[in-house]
C-alpha cells in the first residue's frame, strides 16, 4: 500500500472531529452525526479549498475547536459546535444565486411516503436519481381495511362529483372479490402443492402466500394505497416536487405540498426555489403547457385496435455487434474510435465472436455483466402488458422508460388458475364494471382522473429504451423463476427479438441466465435459498 500523508490534529482538535468522522488519520473516512445542509455545504466548500475536509470543517464550520465554545449556535442537530447558518449561507450563494445545481447532490433525506395510489407511487418513481422501495403485492394482501375502508384511494375530483358513491361502491366490491379469491386460491394452491418435509413452516406459507397474491393481484384497482420509502439528494427532490406541481391530478399536487413541509424540516437549503415563482413555479408552468399541448394533438390520433400483451422491437442498429466489437477494443488498444470500427468491419464473424466472448468473460452468475463496451447502442421496445407487470419493470429506471396513461381499452389478462377453478366468469364481470366506470368518469372528468378505476389485469403500452449491457441485467434478471409469469413472458420476448428479429445472436447467446423453465411454485426455491442463507448466517 502506498504510503499516505497524514495529516496532524491537536489533542482537542482530534477530540472535536472524532464525533464527527469515522477516523482522524486515514484518507478515506465517513461524516456521522451532522446535519445534511452541513455536510452538503463541507463538499461544496472542498472544490473550491486546497485544504483537507477535516481541516476545512474545524476551520470554517467549528467555532472554537481549541476551547469547544460556539460561536454561533446550531439550528439544526443537537450539537453546538456545528455552524448550520455558515452552511445556510453558502447554499444561498452558491446554489440559489449562482444556479450551482451540482451542490443540491450532496445532501439528501429518507423520506417515508405512506398512503399513496399506484398512480401517485409511478409519479414519485419517475426520476432516476433517487432510491424507492415500494411495498410488494406479491407478500401482502390487500385484504384488510384501513379505517373504515378498505385500502384505495377516492381521489378529491370523484369524491366530488356525481360518481362518488357507485365509485365507492366498485372498489369495495373489488376489494371483497379480491379477499375472497386470496383465500379461495390459498386453499387451492395448498391443495396441489402440500408441503414437503424438508421444507420449514415459513418457507412454505410464504410461497403459498406470494402464489395467491399473484395469481389475484389484477383486481386490485390503480387506486390501491400504498407505502413508498424513498432516499434522495436535494437535487432530486426538487425535481420531482416541481414535475408534482405541474400535475392535472389533486392527490399529485397535494401530495407533493406534503413532502415539501416535510423536506424543509431536513434539507431546507436544498429546497429553496421549488415554490417560487420565477424558479420552480416558472418551470412547473413550463410542464404544464408542454403536457396540454401534446395531449391536444394527441387526442385526435385513434383509438387503439390491438388489445392484448405484446412486445415489439421497434427500432435498432443493424451493425450493433460490429460496433460493440470495436467499443470492447478501444480502452485495450492505442487506435482512434474510427480505425477500431474498420478494423472490427473487416473481421470475420468467428474473430467478432471471439472479441465479444472475451468482452463477456466467464460469468458466474448472472450479477457477472460486461462493461461499458456494452452500452455502444440501443435497443427500443413498445411493450404492452397487464399494468401488474408493468410495476415491476418500471423499477429499471435508469433505462429510458415512458408509459401511456391507464385505462381499461387495451384488453384485460385472465390468470389461467381462476379459468381451472371457475372463477374467470367473476372476474371478467368486475372487468367488464370497471370499464364502464372507467370511460363515465373519463367523459365527465377526464382520462388522469378515470385512471384511479383501472385494475392491474388491464394492459398499459410503454416503451423501453436499453443498451444491450442493461438487456443483459433486465432480461436475465425478470426471466427468472421466481418472477411473476406476465413480466418473464415479457423478457422472453425481448431475449427472443434480440436474437431473431435484430439478428443480434452473439448478444443473445451471451445472455447464459436467461431462464426458460417452467415452474409451479415461482417462489419456492428463492425461500428454499434465503432459508439456507438465515441458517449458515446464525451462530
Keep these: 500500500m502506498p504510503t499516505y500523508h497524514q495529516e496532524s490534529f491537536t489533542h482537542d482538535e482530534q477530540a472535536v472531529l472524532s464525533r464527527f468522522f469515522t477516523n482522524v488519520d486515514r484518507p478515506v473516512f465517513g461524516l456521522v452525526n451532522l446535519p445534511e445542509v452541513v455536510k452538503g455545504a463541507l ?19 467549528i467555532s472554537d475547536p481549541e476551547t469547544g465554545i460556539a460561536n454561533i449556535s446550531s439550528e439544526i442537530g443537537d450539537d453546538p459546535l456545528v455552524s448550520t447558518q455558515r452552511a445556510e449561507r453558502l447554499y444561498e450563494r452558491v446554489f440559489f444565486d449562482y444556479g450551482d445545481d451540482s451542490v443540491a447532490q450532496l445532501g439528501g433525506a429518507h423520506l417515508a411516503c405512506e398512503q399513496a395510489s399506484n398512480l401517485l407511487t409511478k409519479v414519485l418513481e419517475w426520476g432516476r436519481l433517487a432510491a424507492y422501495l ?3 403485492t406479491r407478500y401482502i394482501k390487500y385484504d384488510a381495511r384501513l379505517g373504515s375502508r378498505y385500502r384505495y384511494l377516492v381521489p378529491d375530483e370523484i369524491a366530488a362529483s356525481k360518481h362518488s358513491k357507485r365509485y365507492v361502491e366498485h372498489m369495495e366490491r373489488i376489494f371483497d372479490s379480491y379477499s375472497t379469491m386470496v383465500a379461495t386460491m390459498t386453499r387451492v394452491f395448498e391443495g396441489r402443492h402440500p408441503r414437503s418435509e424438508s421444507d420449514s413452516k415459513m418457507i412454505y406459507n410464504a410461497t403459498i402466500r406470494a402464489k395467491a397474491c399473484d395469481t389475484v393481484r389484477g383486481l386490485l384497482p390503480v387506486s390501491t394505497l400504498s407505502n413508498v420509502g424513498i432516499y434522495g439528494t436535494g437535487q432530486a427532490y426538487e425535481m420531482a416536487l416541481v414535475r408534482m406541481q405541474a400535475s ?35 418551470t412547473s408552468n413550463y ?6 399541448d401534446l395531449e391536444t394533438l394527441g387526442s385526435d390520433l385513434g383509438e387503439p385496435d390491438d388489445p392484448g400483451p405484446s412486445v415489439t422491437l421497434t427500432d435498432w442498429d443493424p451493425d450493433t455487434e460490429t460496433k460493440i466489437v470495436a467499443a470492447g477494443l478501444y480502452a485495450a488498444s492505442e487506435l482512434p474510435d474510427s480505425r477500431l470500427q474498420e478494423i472490427a468491419r473487416s473481421m470475420s464473424t468467428a474473430e467478432r465472436a471471439q472479441v465479444l466472448a472475451a468482452m463477456v468473460g466467464r460469468r458466474r452468475n448472472r450479477r457477472h455483466k460486461p462493461g461499458r463496451a456494452m452500452e455502444r447502442t440501443m435497443y427500443r421496445f413498445d411493450v404492452k402488458c397487464d399494468i401488474g407487470a408493468f410495476r415491476d419493470l418500471q423499477r429499471h429506471r435508469l433505462m429510458t422508460l415512458e408509459w401511456q396513461q391507464f385505462s381499461t381499452r387495451l384488453g384485460y389478462d385472465v390468470p389461467a388458475e381462476l379459468v381451472t377453478e371457475r372463477l374467470s366468469a367473476e372476474w371478467a364481470s368486475l372487468m367488464d364494471q370497471s370499464g ?28 423501453m429504451e436499453m443498451n444491450p449491457r442493461q438487456a443483459f441485467h433486465l432480461i436475465e434478471l425478470r426471466s427468472q ?23 443480434h445472436r452473439l448478444i443473445a447467446d451471451a445472455m447464459t441466465y436467461v431462464d426458460y423453465t417452467d415452474v409451479d411454485l415461482e417462489r419456492l426455491e428463492g425461500e428454499r435459498k434465503a432459508e439456507e442463507r438465515r441458517r449458515s448466517a446464525s451462530p
Aim: no cysteine; charged share 30%.
Design 43 to 61: 463538499f461544496a466548500r472542498y472544490s473550491r479549498s486546497p485544504k483537507s475536509l477535516r481541516r476545512l470543517f474545524l476551520d470554517e464550520f
Design 481 to 503: 423463476s421466481a418472477g411473476h409469469p406476465a413480466y418473464r413472458a415479457v423478457a422472453h420476448q425481448m431475449h427472443r427479438a434480440i436474437r431473431d428479429v435484430a439478428g
Design 436 to 463: 364502464d366506470l372507467y370511460e363515465r368518469i373519463r367523459a365527465d372528468l377526464g382520462r388522469e382522473v378515470a385512471q384511479y378505476v383501472v385494475p392491474f389485469a388491464f394492459n398499459v403500452r410503454f416503451v
Design 248 to 282: 392535472p391530478v389533486a392527490e399529485v399536487r397535494d401530495y407533493g405540498q406534503m413532502m415539501l413541509g416535510e423536506l424543509r424540516k431536513i434539507i431546507p437549503s436544498f429546497l429553496t426555489r421549488v415554490d417560487l415563482e420565477d424558479r420552480g413555479v416558472m
Design 287 to 292: 410542464l404544464a403547457d408542454v403536457r396540454t
Design 134 to 136: 415500494e411495498q410488494s
